[in-house]
């Protein structure tokens, strides 16, 4: 998981727990968006959303155990992938053990297209991002 630099905690909350005890299948894709949020933050910057921004065009999850109201988690994330006007992400949720090892609980990916939110239409993805994504993912 060293592929993966920026890791975002999760707070398991009271709600996000179904009638079976654990994590509803529905929240992997909050968590997703949390962290996707939080590596936006931290490798892009203040971003003016009327200007540019992104908008998720397609989201993916792929459950490999429950999460449990007690346990310790984090979402790793990373850029895989930027095209033209699209950016692929990549997650891991993980169970930190108390032995320190990391258990992957879930791992996804997501899609997002650039957008100039004033006028409604596709942009490319700004050089600035590319810059700044390419910076931090290096290894």
């Not at 975002?8 to 709600?15: A, E, G, S, V, Y």
């Not at 009638?19 to 909050?30: D, E, F, M, Y």
């Not at 033209?84 to 609980?105: A, P, Q, V």
């Amino acid at each position: 998981m060293s592929i993966f630099k920026h890791r975002t905690p999760i707070q398991i909350r009271f709600k996000d727990i179904d009638k079976l005890g654990h994590v509803n299948n529905a929240n992997h894709l909050t968590y997703f968006e949390l962290a996707r949020m939080s590596y936006s933050d931290d490798v892009l910057g203040i971003i003016d959303w009327s200007e540019k921004g992104f908008i998720l065009a397609s989201a993916s999850v792929e459950y490999k155990q429950p999460i449990l109201m007690g346990d310790k988690t984090v979402v790793l994330t990373r850029t895989s992938t930027i095209g033209t006007k699209s950016i692929e992400m990549e997650y891991r949720i993980i169970k930190l053990e108390n032995n320190g090892t990391e258990t992957i609980l879930a791992t996804g990916k997501s899609v997002i297209v650039c957008m100039n939110y004033r006028t409604m239409q596709t942009i490319p993805v700004p050089d600035e991002w590319r810059t700044q994504v390419a910076a931090y993912e290096q290894p």
